[in-house]
């Protein structure tokens, strides 16, 4: 599979959680950098979470979600995870999963232009 497909989004109360999944083959890449991100209406594309495979699974959160979101990757399964817990109207967006083939500078991984793999996006939607 070489677009990366993601599924798990939906409708949800403040407060509440969601876990977003996403499958690719491109997933099974140690050396690449892979992470999600997510865009509101009217705002720019931004990332959410980050993860380097190949470096001991290091990950990177925005400072809006650390401690709120946990990204994680099955391998075996080619599945890339967001788990979203005390979510806020905030949070309301399209969350896509992207991926590229390399590893990227620790201040390029938030970068949307910085990635070429991507899916097709799933809403995630909060109400208060």
């Known amino acids: 599979q070489v677009q990366p497909v993601e599924s798990g989004g939906g409708p949800v109360q403040a407060g509440g959680s969601l876990r977003l999944s996403c499958t690719a083959d491109i997933f099974t890449c140690s050396g690449c950098s892979m992470g999600w991100f997510r865009q509101a209406t009217g705002k720019e594309r931004e990332g959410v979470a980050v993860i380097w495979p190949g470096n001991q699974g290091r990950t990177f959160y925005a400072d809006s979600v650390e401690g709120r979101f946990t990204i994680s990757l099955d391998k075996a399964e080619k599945t890339l995870y967001l788990q979203m817990y005390s979510l806020n109207p905030e949070d309301t967006a399209v969350y896509y999963c992207?991926?590229?083939?390399?590893?990227?500078?620790?201040?390029?991984?938030?970068?949307?232009?910085?990635?070429?793999?991507w899916g097709q996006g799933t809403q995630v939607t909060v109400s208060s």
């Open positions: 992207a991926a590229t083939n390399s590893r990227l500078w620790v201040s390029h991984v938030m970068n949307p232009s910085k990635y070429s793999n």
